[in-house]
């Protein structure tokens, strides 16, 4: 089945620096990839999503692009700020037909004032 | 209004009872999901159904036991409880089975085995 390696946390950042979060999956077929959002407390959002190759997908200010030739979906973030804080989850659509999600052990960012 | 919810949001209990976590999404969804979160964050997909049919089963004891009564509910009972189920439990629901479908999480339920 499909799976995915993302990078380790926790991350640890100042307010306007920019985030690279990396995220790397092994799939057969072509899968959608996700990243979701957890903030302290709450459930999973979806932050974006891209469905095919080359596609990006973005909202908030982060971007994330379907790199096919690279296996990898790479979160990034050009100014962060102190309410991004949260654990983000890389997830690759599960294989089959089935649409289940595979998550990543997902990386905790903490945005210091 | 909620588009995804559970109850109880918070589960304290003891070793051995059975128990039970309801969800229900107003989406119109026709799949729905539970995944188990450990205290590493950890997430893993339990359950899947489409259309109230059992599609996705992974290896769960069978002291899980969802049922899906119509659509928009996907309820986890859990028989005798043990110590390892300590976990938040997510319910969600994505419009379908297509691998483009995003998934639309409840806000987790904390059960906690005493």
């Known amino acids: 089945g499909n799976s995915v390696t993302q990078m380790e946390g926790p991350v640890t950042l100042s307010e306007e620096a920019f985030l690279t979060i990396n995220c790397t999956y092994t799939?057969?077929?072509?899968?959608?990839l996700f990243w979701y959002v957890q903030y302290p407390g709450e459930g999973l959002q979806l932050l974006l999503k891209?469905?095919?190759?080359?596609d990006k997908g973005s909202n908030k200010g982060f971007e994330a692009t379907y790199r096919k030739e690279t296996t990898s979906f790479h979160l990034e973030k050009g100014s962060v700020q102190v309410s991004d804080s949260a654990v983000y989850f890389c997830?690759?659509?599960?294989?089959?037909?089935?649409?289940?999600?595979?998550f990543g052990k997902g990386t905790k960012l903490s945005v210091k004032p | 209004d909620t588009a995804v919810s559970q109850t109880p949001k918070y589960l304290v209990t003891q070793m051995g009872n059975d128990k039970s976590i309801k969800c229900e999404q107003n989406?119109?969804?026709?799949?729905m999901y539970w995944y188990k979160q450990d205290s590493k964050k950890f997430l893993k997909i339990m359950f899947s159904?489409?259309?109230?049919?059992?599609?996705i089963n992974e290896t769960v004891p069978n002291r899980f036991s969802p049922k899906s009564p119509d659509k928009a509910h996907l309820n986890l009972h859990i028989n005798s409880l043990e110590l390892g189920d300590s976990a938040v439990y997510f319910c969600?629901?994505?419009?379908?089975?297509?691998?483009?479908?995003?998934?639309?999480f409840g806000p987790g339920t904390r059960l906690t085995v005493l």
């Open positions: 997830a690759p659509s599960g294989g089959g037909s089935q649409g289940n999600l595979i």
């Open positions: 969600a629901s994505s419009r379908g089975i297509d691998l483009t479908d995003t998934q639309y």
């Open positions: 159904y489409n259309n109230k049919e059992l599609i």
């Open positions: 799939a057969t077929g072509y899968p959608s």
């Open positions: 989406l119109g969804h026709d799949t």
């Open positions: 891209a469905t095919k190759a080359d």
